[in-house]
């Protein structure tokens, strides 16, 4: 298989912000899944230490696909400076790397359907 697996985590402001940007890229095939959950951050910002309620995320890609997501979750991200970081998958099943492929990339999974006219 050509195409190996990415992960790009981001955090984000909102449930509704980050399920819109998710919506967007999984229906444009830069990502086969996205994963959120509320988190609680405490980061530096300014000089000042911040302790906000945030949504991670992780965003399932393949090699291939991952600079146009990560382009595009740049270009939708609402943050001024987001995070946004790639994380190689080293260990991944065949059957999950094979969906990830079939989900971003486009190529076609044999099927066999006898109900196929």
């Not at 400076?81 to 079939?102: A, H, Q, T």
Request: hydrophobic share 40%; charged share 25%; aromatic share 8%.
């Amino acid at each position: 298989m050509a195409s190996g697996g990415t992960i790009i985590l981001s955090t984000f402001p909102s449930e509704e912000c980050v399920a819109n940007i998710a919506g967007k890229v999984v229906a444009g095939k830069l990502c086969a899944c996205v994963n959120f959950a509320k988190v609680r951050s405490i980061y530096s910002w300014r000089g000042k230490i911040e302790d906000q309620q945030e949504f991670i995320a992780l965003f399932k890609t393949t090699t291939k696909s991952a600079r146009k997501l990560v382009a595009e979750i740049a270009r939708l991200h609402p943050y001024q400076v987001p995070e946004i970081v790639e994380l190689k998958m080293e260990d991944v099943s065949r059957m999950y790397l094979s969906w990830l492929v079939e989900s971003t990339d486009g190529v076609p999974k044999k099927r066999h359907n006898a109900a196929k006219r």
